[in-house]
């Protein structure tokens, strides 16, 4: 188990690597970038930019530093709040943006699975089409549409919740309906094909043959089977849930990552853009691996 | 009578999304009886609604599947009840053995727990966990299977096909079931495993008197174990009778071409009898008598009449219209 | 881990065996014809075709039988809601711009981003992933694992960090967008190769001498094509949606070009005042999704009927 779990952080090492390593590149040779000579630079910048990037030296040594700095988890000052280092604006959003994709997450898992089951339960019945249209409808309306519409009903038309701000439960309402709404649908979906494949399978048969009341059929035979693709979700929808909170952030004004993410490309806060970006690709290497590990333990058939 | 089947239909609604809708009769009015303590065979090509039929009366069917006349055991009737009272059969008077023993355990769970939760849902309040261990691990033993304390931790996944089905069996052993029915239990395994499981059951069946439905393509699988020999095709029994009868005075034209027909050795699923002409298309089966397309002895009336069940013998049972011997 | 999810949607139940439904087949069809008839037997399919159809027509004819232009200024109706005599249909935004016009040329945009960024998708997948299943051995490992590697990268990032340093161009778009996707048809075509090189007309071609060149070309591409289309059709809506919400960020198609995305986002910021802003370029990206979604899934089923 322990090697297997070695082995499985190791593999996942050269793509953290491959990230850092295309966001320097990027960084340092995009013509028109920070560093291209050719645009003139406040003169404060300049020296601080000389000093983090070891302009003077090759390459090479200056991407060396780079990786050393990123490991200690610095990526620099802000190109464009010079008082703030990357880091900074990182950990300053950080609880907002792990709260919402936390919540969201759970939220997903809850109500997906729960319709999801209920569908498959109900194959091909009126429930079923209820739900799997709903599903599509989730899976269909992008984000930026579904926040206005929403923002539009519950604030602007019946003024029942708050549609910006930040600090009360109720501030995250909608944004974390918002970001889970397309998860429900997926998780849904996907919960339903697999309890339907499951329950085809010829063990549930046995089961069934053994005497089984269906309420145990389902929660010791067919549980874990139809849970453990869901599982392999988790890392996609840690990909598409940060991707959305960059929406949600910006359309609820809430003080997360995403939103420093936008305003940081909009004025083009290369060192901003940068950082968060490799930081985001750490957060869903993570979550793969975590996935992967929690896969691992659970499917008794995996050899370690 | 321990178990009487009348009538029994089983229709497949098939949806192929070009044309419209259409009904696959697989099981056309079967109608059997069994006896406690005997032990039957039911013999046909692939496709010709053996399993179909035991899994209409076990409430098995797939969904899109619907059954059709009546079926008692022991004077209660089986057909489209709901699973509550089913659960009552299931398991503890009618056991079920399946084709294949590498899907039919589940792959998460250890084989303890598949093993005592038989008797955890069929003991209700008498349950006890430490008595169910000793005789899950007692009947583990009993089907031969070596360790059995180590097998009852072990997951399916450890176990050899023939241990697996072994497991399997015990599984329906154990709350000592009236009925067994076993759906090719041996099809899945090599040749000489076959004869291990064929073996253990004929033990069990000496020792407990439990009855044996025993499904098969396999006709000399059959002989030492079983009274009577059932054949059906395209989902009607064509001819049944003693296993001598069967073997020795076959009357139906099929029958005749199942015993005919050499073993072939295919590469996993051990014997297969290869008869000239292909199986029926369900759903466009011949007017009149099914095999008339493939039967050497085929008359006019036999393309559009079907034939009656004739007498030979007290239970010698045959639809055909020829008359031989 | 993507492919699981993937492999999910592919793997439903199997209710019904196969050989019922070749015997069932109506005789004398090819696979590609009862895969069209199927198809034209999902409701939810023809009427999504209908409509993605009408939608096509009206983006690119639409716009030549308004008296308005992309950028022309009403001053008289600024902001105004929708109004047949004034020839504003949809409306006009708070510059006086006329919304028929901008939401039809918007869906230009859109639609020609969803399938040009597909198409590119479409080929280098095709190729990537052929070359790496008919070789197979060493040369298959190297490429699949490169795709690997590339899966686990979070590329809507570094689109949006191209985009920072390129400025924000359409052409990126494409090219961003295509390069993302062809990831996931590179996998399918590989798989498919891999199962056709088995296969006894390709062994046969082998046999008699025929090139690789040629064996791919003839036995592996078409023989894979079925679940590529249907993924290519699910592309499209992604590549869309995409689109949208980079153009909804400010961070893709720029003014005064207009996309369902940069006018979504426009009507967003006014949607108290003039709902309709919002109303006809949402309405029209859902529909698109709604229409596209429906073909892929019913092509799914179509090309593959064990999956219903
Ligand atoms: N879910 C289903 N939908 C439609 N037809 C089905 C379904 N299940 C079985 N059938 C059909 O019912 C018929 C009888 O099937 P059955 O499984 O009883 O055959 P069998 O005699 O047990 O064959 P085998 O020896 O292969 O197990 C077959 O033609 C089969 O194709
Ligand atoms: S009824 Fe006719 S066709 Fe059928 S088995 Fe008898 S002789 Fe052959
Ligand atoms: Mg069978």
């Given at each position: ?11 996942s ?77 990182i ?69 029942l ?9 109720k501030?995250?309402?909608l ?39 269906t ?15 869901i ?30 993410f ?8 290369y ?10 690709g ?23 | ?33 069994l ?26 069917l ?6 059709h ?65 000793r005789?899950?691990?007692e ?30 069996i ?17 099809t ?60 020795y ?53 036999c393309?559009t ?19 031989n011997? | ?72 200024v009403?001053w ?74 590339l ?35 590179a ?122």
């Amino acid at each position: 188990m322990l090697s297997y779990f070695a082995k499985r952080i190791a593999s996942s090492i050269p793509t953290l690597f491959i990230i850092i390593t295309i966001a320097f590149f990027m960084i340092r040779l995009a013509p028109g970038g920070p560093f291209d000579s050719e645009r003139p630079v406040p003169a404060e910048i300049a020296a601080n930019l000389e000093k983090v990037y070891h302009l003077n030296d090759p390459l090479p040594v200056q991407y060396g530093y780079y990786l050393l700095n990123v490991l200690k988890g610095d990526f620099g000052p802000s190109f464009k709040y010079h008082d703030f280092t990357v880091s900074e604006l990182i950990a300053q959003g950080f609880p907002v943006s792990i709260q919402l994709g936390l919540l969201a997450i759970l939220l997903s898992l809850m109500i997906g699975v729960l319709l999801g089951v209920i569908a498959a339960l109900r194959q091909n019945s009126a429930i079923d089409y209820l739900v799997m249209g709903l599903a599509m409808t989730g899976i269909t309306i992008p984000n930026f549409v579904m926040a206005p519409i929403l923002i539009l009903l519950f604030g602007v038309f019946w003024g029942l919740l708050p549609t910006s701000g930040w600090g009360e439960l109720k501030h995250m309402v909608l944004p974390v309906i918002v970001l889970s709404l397309p998860q429900i649908a997926t998780v849904a979906r996907m919960t339903r094909a697999s309890l339907i494949e499951t329950l085809n399978m010829p063990y549930i048969r046995t089961a069934k043959a053994k005497g089984l009341p269906t309420r145990l059929i389902l929660s010791r035979h067919a549980s874990r089977a139809t849970l453990l693709p869901i599982l392999s979700w988790l890392g996609p929808a840690t990909a598409a849930i940060i991707t959305g909170s960059v929406v949600v952030e910006t359309i609820f004004g809430l003080p997360g990552i995403g939103r420093h993410f936008i305003n940081g490309a909009l004025n083009r806060d290369y060192t901003l853009v940068m950082g968060v970006v490799v930081f985001y690709g750490f957060l869903i290497i993570l979550m793969n691996l975590l996935v992967d590990l929690l896969y691992a333990w659970l499917d008794p058939r995996i050899k370690y | 009578m321990m178990l009487t089947i009348e009538n029994l239909r089983v229709d497949f609604t098939v949806d192929s999304g070009i044309q419209r809708k259409q009904t696959l009769q697989a099981v056309r009015g079967v109608s059997l009886e069994l006896d406690q303590g005997e032990n039957v065979a039911i013999v046909g090509e692939s496709g010709s609604g053996k399993s179909q039929l035991f899994n209409a009366l076990m409430g098995l069917l797939p969904p899109n599947g619907s059954a059709h006349g009546s079926v008692s055991f022991n004077q209660q009737a089986l057909l489209n009840q709901s699973d509550k009272s089913l659960n009552k059969i299931r398991g503890k008077e009618i056991g079920m053995i399946f084709q294949d023993p590498m899907t039919a355990l589940n792959p998460y769970l250890r084989i303890g727990k598949q093993l005592t939760e038989v008797l955890e849902v069929h003991e209700g309040a008498n349950f006890n966990k430490e008595s169910a261990k000793r005789r899950a691990i007692e009947m583990l033993d009993r089907v031969k299977i070596k360790d059995p304390e180590q097998r009852f931790n072990s997951y399916p996944h450890e176990l050899s096909g023939g241990m697996r089905q072994r497991v399997v069996i015990a599984m329906a052993l154990l709350c000592k079931p009236k009925l067994i029915i076993a759906d090719e239990p041996t099809t899945a395994l090599d040749v000489t495993v076959q004869t291990e499981i064929i073996r253990l059951l004929k033990d069990i069946y000496r020792k407990e008197r439990t009855s044996i439905v025993l499904i098969t393509h396999d006709l000399p699988l059959v002989a030492g174990l079983c009274d009577r020999i059932i054949v059906m095709y395209a989902g009607k029994i064509v001819e049944t009778g003693t296993v001598d009868e069967i073997f020795y005075k076959a009357q139906h034209p099929y029958t005749q071409a199942l015993l005919a027909a050499t073993p072939t050795n295919t590469e996993k699923s051990g014997k297969m009898l290869a008869i000239d002409g292909q199986p029926p298309d369900p759903l466009n089966l011949p007017a009149g008598c099914a095999f008339s397309p493939r039967c050497a002895f085929v008359e006019e009336r036999c393309k559009t009449e079907s034939p009656p069940e004739r007498k030979i013998d007290a239970g010698h049972l045959v639809s055909c219209f020829r008359e031989n011997n | 881990m993507l492919g699981l999810i993937q492999g999910l949607n592919t793997k439903m139940s199997a209710l019904i065996p196969n050989e019922i439904i070749a015997d069932n087949a109506v005789v004398g069809l090819s696979p590609w014809q009862q895969a069209w008839r199927r198809l034209l037997n999902n409701k939810a399919a023809v009427v999504s075709i209908v409509l993605l159809v009408i939608i096509a027509v009206l983006c690119i004819f639409g716009p030549l039988f308004s008296p308005w232009e992309l950028d022309s200024v009403d001053w008289d109706n600024m902001g105004t809601p929708p109004h047949l005599q004034s020839h504003h249909y949809f409306g006009t935004d708070s510059n006086g711009r006329d919304l028929f016009v901008r939401t039809l040329e918007g869906g230009r945009i859109s639609l020609m981003v969803g399938l040009l960024a597909t198409a590119v998708s479409f080929i280098i997948g095709i190729i990537y992933g052929s070359i790496a299943g008919y070789a197979g051995g060493k040369t298959d490992s190297i490429m699949m694992r490169f795709v690997d590697v590339l899966y686990a990268l979070p590329f809507m990032f570094f689109v949006i960090l191209l985009t920072v340093y390129f400025g924000r161009s359409i052409w990126l778009i494409f090219i961003a967008i295509g390069a993302v996707e062809w990831l996931t048809m590179a996998r399918i075509v590989r798989g498919q190769t891999l199962s056709l090189k088995q296969r006894s007309f390709v062994e046969a071609a082998r046999v008699t001498g025929a090139s690789h060149y040629s064996i791919i070309k003839r036995h592996i591409i078409p023989n894979t094509l079925g679940p590529v289309i249907v993924y290519a059709t699910l592309t499209v809506p992604q590549v869309i949606l995409f689109e949208s919400f980079l153009s909804f960020l400010g961070l893709g198609v720029q003014e005064p070009m207009s996309s369902w995305g940069v006018l979504i986002a426009e009507g967003a910021q006014q949607m108290e005042s003039a709902p309709w802003m919002v109303l006809s370029p949402a309405i029209m990206l859902a529909v698109t999704l709604f229409c596209l979604n429906f073909i892929g899934d019913g092509l799914r089923d179509a090309l593959d009927p064990k999956d219903r």
